[in-house]
């Protein structure tokens, strides 16, 4: 079955950096890369996905990458803020079948320091 | 519609009981999915439905868990016999299909946190 990982489980960065948090799958029939922010007593909220299709994707300070020859993507955070502090996971679509199902990375608690 | 509902938020139970928990998706859905979400890890994959029908289970999901979506709306997650193992975040998410495009996003709610001593 599909195997996601992520690095690193723990990112600490100051307020105004930039984060990184990169992902591995293991399905090469995975075609479907979201990634979710979870904050504290909350679901998980879509901020941003990709499909296999494209190499890269942006949303105002948020953008993600996608490798399909080395089966990793990434997420990338500019200009951090301090809301953007919550457990990041990504997850990968377990194979193409059109059913929707996710395989989730143990995700990344991403700190941003004032 | 404000998304996805679940409740109750928390659930304290002893083991050996029963539990119920109830899920409304966001109306237009017609997909709904149950997660299991456990601490310091990404949720689980438990079961799914496309309208009334539930169309896969997950290994996770042992004969003592049902799901069941009877109208196509609201769906409901029993846990017979609760175990201590069982105690985790149970989270329902919906979505509903773009034409064209097999795989896309979904709305989780706020999630069920079962505890069972």
């Known amino acids: 079955g599909e195997n996601v990982e992520q690095h690193p489980s723990t990112l600490s960065v100051q307020e105004g950096d930039s984060a990184v948090i990169k992902c591995t799958y293991s399905d090469s029939a995975s075609n479907y890369f979201p990634w979710y922010k979870q904050e504290l007593g909350k679901g998980p909220q879509l901020i941003i996905d990709i499909r296999s299709n494209v190499g890269e994707k942006k949303d105002q300070r948020i953008a993600v990458t996608l490798n399909k020859t080395a089966k990793h993507f990434s997420l990338h955070i500019t200009e951090t803020q301090p809301e953007d502090s919550a457990v990041y996971f990504c997850a990968a679509s377990i194979g193409n079948y059109g059913n929707n199902r996710l395989a989730f990375g143990k995700g990344n608690q991403v700190v941003v320091i004032p | 519609d404000t998304g996805v509902s679940q409740d109750p938020r928390h659930k304290i139970t002893k083991r050996g009981q029963n539990v119920t928990f109830r899920c409304d998706p966001i109306?237009?859905?017609?997909?709904l999915y149950w997660y299991r979400q456990t601490l310091g890890q990404g949720p689980e994959f438990l079961t799914y439905f496309q309208n009334e029908a539930q169309l896969e289970k997950s290994r996770l999901l042992s004969d003592r868990f049902s799901a069941e979506r009877p109208k196509g709306s609201f769906s409901t997650l029993e846990i017979q016999r609760t175990e201590q193992g069982d105690s985790a975040m149970y989270l329902c998410?919906?979505?509903?299909?773009?034409?064209?495009?097999?795989?896309?996003?979904?709305?989780f709610g706020s999630g069920t946190r079962l505890t069972v001593v």
């Open positions: 998410a919906s979505s509903f299909p773009t034409r064209g495009r097999l795989n896309y996003g979904y709305t």
């Open positions: 109306s237009e859905h017609n997909r």
